[in-house]
């Protein structure tokens, strides 16, 4: 099995929307954000309650992953074929006499072996969440233009806080590679097996984490800001203070280092995955 993998890509949205938009945006729908059931069931609070206490502005990590395989080979099958009637003893064809078994379920028939020739070939493109690993909903984001980062290692934002991935290319790469590859069944020859990552990407996309306080209630509340949809949520999280790390494209693309301990069906492919990585390594 030949397994190739494209080169790996990252990249960064810019906002569509900026923090002061999303401000006036979250400002207008504060109360039922914070207040959530709670306010809907008792007395709708004042929105002079509710402050807003701090913004996080922040750029979320989210991988794309696609890869296909492609196998040919040789089967062989056994074809039964019913003939006329009853009468029938022998049947000449391809120059060949077959003799006619009276004893088939279905009716008298004569049996032919033959080698069917066969392609298989299977997609499979998955978005991940780079903090959880759990997919992700990255249509949404296809339309939006976004920018090469040439330098992952130095990769910072002036306004922005980047939040490394907790997630690595290996891990995303092996559950794409899990649904692709399939063992083949009743196969006699295999003559060709490939298996092409075609995409391993991280994307870094903006969003506005704006926390709220109900001091009556002793109640805080993080509105989390989608930068490109404008979409708003609220019981979300501030990361800058939990997740801990860097971003590192030794360290985030390390299909090289883990392509030994891929969880992929049959015991070779792993081997040759390493080789496919350190061949293209070296005529890079």
Same mark, same amino acid.
């Given at each position: 099995?030949?397994?190739?993998?494209?080169?790996?890509?990252?990249?960064?949205?810019?906002?569509?929307? *900026?923090?002061?938009?999303?401000?006036?945006?979250?400002?207008?729908?504060?109360?039922?954000?914070?207040?959530?059931?709670?306010?809907?069931?008792?007395?709708?609070?004042?929105?002079?309650?509710?402050?807003?206490?701090?913004?996080?502005?922040?750029?979320?990590?989210?991988?794309?992953?696609?890869?296909?395989?492609?196998?040919? #080979?040789?089967?062989?099958?056994?074809?039964?074929?019913?003939?006329?009637?009853?009468?029938?003893?022998?049947?000449?064809?391809?120059?060949?006499?077959?003799?006619?078994?009276?004893?088939?379920?279905?009716?008298?028939?004569?049996?032919?072996?033959?080698?069917?020739?066969?392609?298989?070939?299977?997609?499979?493109?998955?978005?991940?969440?780079?903090?959880?690993?759990?997919?992700?909903?990255?249509?949404? #984001?296809?339309?939006?233009?976004?920018?090469?980062?040439?330098?992952?290692?130095?990769? *910072?934002?002036?306004?922005?806080?980047?939040?490394?991935?907790?997630?690595?290319?290996?891990?995303?790469?092996?559950?794409?590679?899990?649904?692709?590859?399939?063992?083949?069944?009743?196969?006699?020859?295999?003559?060709?097996?490939?298996?092409?990552?075609?995409?391993?990407?991280?994307?870094?996309?903006?969003?506005?984490?704006?926390?709220?306080?109900?001091?009556?209630?002793?109640?805080?509340?993080?509105?989390?800001?989608?930068?490109?949809?404008?979409?708003?949520?609220?019981?979300?999280?501030?990361?800058?203070?939990?997740?801990?790390?860097?971003?590192?494209?030794?360290?985030?693309?390390?299909?090289?280092?883990?392509?030994?301990?891929?969880?992929?069906?049959?015991?070779?492919?792993?081997?040759?995955?390493?080789?496919?990585?350190?061949?293209?390594?070296?005529?890079?």
């Amino acid at each position: 099995m030949d397994i190739y993998l494209a080169d790996e890509q990252a990249y960064h949205y810019v906002p569509r929307f *900026t923090l002061e938009v999303a401000r006036d945006r979250v400002e207008q729908k504060k109360t039922s954000l914070v207040a959530g059931t709670l306010g809907s069931l008792f007395s709708r609070p004042d929105p002079g309650d509710i402050q807003l206490s701090s913004v996080e502005n922040r750029l979320e990590p989210f991988w794309i992953i696609s890869a296909s395989a492609r196998t040919v #080979y040789d089967r062989t099958r056994a074809f039964t074929v019913p003939v006329s009637g009853p009468d029938v003893q022998r049947v000449r064809i391809f120059g060949q006499e077959v003799p006619v078994d009276k004893k088939v379920k279905e009716g008298p028939a004569f049996t032919l072996e033959g080698v069917e020739s066969c392609l298989e070939e299977r997609h499979a493109a998955r978005s991940f969440d780079g903090l959880t690993g759990e997919k992700f909903e990255a249509e949404k #984001y296809k339309a939006f233009p976004k920018t090469v980062i040439v330098d992952l290692d130095n990769f *910072t934002s002036p306004e922005a806080v980047v939040i490394p991935p907790q997630v690595r290319a290996a891990a995303v790469v092996r559950q794409v590679l899990a649904e692709v590859i399939r063992p083949v069944q009743n196969a006699q020859v295999i003559h060709e097996e490939t298996v092409r990552v075609e995409a391993i990407e991280l994307n870094f996309r903006p969003v506005y984490a704006l926390e709220y306080e109900w001091a009556a209630k002793g109640k805080r509340v993080v509105v989390e800001f989608d930068a490109l949809t404008g979409e708003m949520t609220a019981g979300g999280k501030k990361l800058s203070a939990q997740i801990k790390g860097m971003v590192s494209r030794d360290l985030l693309f390390d299909i090289t280092a883990d392509a030994a301990g891929m969880l992929v069906p049959g015991g070779g492919i792993a081997v040759k995955l390493v080789k496919a990585v350190v061949d293209r390594s070296k005529s890079g």
